[in-house]
């Protein structure tokens, strides 16, 4: 497969169809990659595809593509991008909103079987990890092995990701995705708990946030220019170290993605205090699901289920005297 | 907030729609019709200009309860405000209700500009369902 995506680059580089190609390198660190931007066919040997490829390449899409100098014609490059299933959604969710121009945009789609969560591997200082044949063999401190079944790794979101390959793209790199689907049930069990149970975990999630804005940083659908957590007229998140701030934030985030977020667990993977966010952002597109019947990211023609309505919309939680 | 006598008073803000709850607010008020003092009102132009995040805001700011109230469907002096609001806020209010926060705090009606008795009527079962639950939690008040 790494070698199919290289060749598919470097061949859209030699008949000048992009300018630069968002992938992912070699990281520094172990068990983790780097996304990088490739100008030049001869760079393309630096790319790499494995299970270390967490991030949502969609977030670097939008900057390239900054609204139109008064007067003046665009000059826009042509971007490319390695996408998988979740990242294709991410960007189906950008075109849908009109932050990055279909013509401009290369989609190389790669099928995907599910990234690791290093936050999995725990008890180990891991100097050194590689991927061999479905396992990962880590090096720790003292210099001893130890090989870890990539599927005991895989992310929770992964596992439950549906959408092994991407909506749209425009070269498709041959390999086998997913093949299994396990549902996630957070949302369902933590309905069950009572409201003071739920209120505790989420005053406790809350309470590990340091606003480091990782989550939004990471979020393909944080394009806005100016943020509400940035306005100081009004101020709606307060910068200070008050748990009712962070809680608006939070709240606040995540009622912006209602409709839009597409589950990519990019915000999660992100956050350096290991906050559950999933839990939340999974209440708002199952219940977008619920009541409008809509999933984002699948489909660039529909309209987004907050711009526009029906006539006979739910309505069960109004009050009546 | 804080009660002004040994008995607890929820205090509520209300974002009322200009064209219509308003209106009839301002019916129940001609028709000297009798209600509860606890609320605090707010005129917007249609329940669509409300933010979600007003909602949050005032519960952050130490009220008790909010209620937002607009035009009926289909009779909404901007066509479709009241629409976009029915949506909004049925994703806000399963979502509150959701991390913790009672889903009588929060609550929405349809009121037309000459239904006087039936505003006071649905103040009246706001307040009443907010005096129960009690003071919000002391975590999302902002302190600082």
């Known amino acids: 497969m790494l070698n199919e995506i290289r060749q598919t680059v ?139 079944k990539i599927d005991s790794l895989r992310a929770d979101i992964c596992l439950s990701c549906s959408c092994f390959v991407p909506p749209v793209y425009d070269y498709l790199v041959k ?84 409709g839009r977020c597409v589950d990519c667990g990019a915000c999660v993977a992100a956050c350096p205090v290991g906050i559950d966010l999933r839990k939340f952002t999974y209440k708002l597109i199952m219940d977008v699901k619920d009541l409008y019947e809509y999933e984002a990211g699948l489909s660039q023609e529909e309209p987004p289920p907050l711009v526009t309505y029906k006539p006979d919309d739910e309505q069960e939680f109004m009050t009546e005297p | 907030m804080t009660p002004r006598t040994e008995e607890y008073e929820p205090t509520i803000v209300s974002f009322l729609c200009n064209w219509c709850s308003y209106a009839g607010a301002d019916l129940a008020g001609v028709s000297r019709i009798q209600y509860s003092t606890n609320i605090r009102v707010i005129r917007v132009p249609c329940s669509g200009r409300v933010n979600p995040f007003y909602i949050i805001k005032a519960l952050q700011n130490g009220v008790d309860g909010v209620l937002v109230s607009g035009c009926h469907p289909g009779d909404c002096h901007y066509i479709s405000g009241n629409y976009y609001a029915r949506r909004k806020f049925a994703l806000l209010k399963r979502y509150l209700e959701y991390i913790g926060i009672e889903p009588e705090r929060v609550q929405f009606s349809w009121v037309s500009a000459a239904e006087g008795g039936r505003f006071a009527q649905i103040v009246e079962k706001v307040i009443n369902d907010v005096r129960k639950l009690g003071p919000i939690k002391s975590s999302i008040v902002k302190k600082l």
Request: net charge positive; aromatic share 10%; hydrophobic share 35%.
């Open chain 1, 175 to 258: 390999g086998k995705g997913k093949e299994t689907v396990v549902p996630y049930n957070g949302v369902e069990d933590f309905e069950k708990m009572s409201r003071q149970e739920r209120w505790s975990f989420f005053e406790e999630q809350i309470s590990k946030c340091i606003r480091c804005y990782a989550c939004r940083a990471a979020c393909p659908n944080c394009w806005c220019k100016e943020c509400f957590v940035d306005q100081s007229l009004p101020r709606w998140a307060g910068i200070t170290n008050d748990i009712s701030d962070t809680m608006f934030y939070h709240i606040g985030r995540i009622f912006h993605q209602a």
């Open chain 1, 10 to 148: 470097k061949k859209l580089f030699n008949e000048n169809k992009i300018d630069v190609f968002i992938g992912f390198c070699e990281g520094t660190l172990p068990l983790r990659t780097t996304p990088c931007f490739i100008t030049t066919a001869d760079d393309t040997d630096k790319l790499v595809w494995n299970s270390f490829c967490t991030n949502n390449l969609a977030v670097y899409l939008p900057r390239f593509f900054l609204p139109k100098p008064r007067g003046k014609e665009p000059k826009w490059p042509r971007v490319g991008i390695l996408v998988n299933g979740c990242t294709g959604r991410s960007l189906v969710g950008l075109l849908q909103e009109k932050q990055i121009p279909r013509e401009n945009t290369v989609i190389v789609g790669v099928p995907c079987d599910g990234m690791i969560d290093i936050k999995k591997i725990k008890g180990i200082e891991i100097i050194e990890g590689t991927e061999k044949k479905g396992s990962i063999i880590i090096v720790d401190k003292t210099g001893k092995e130890k090989e870890l």
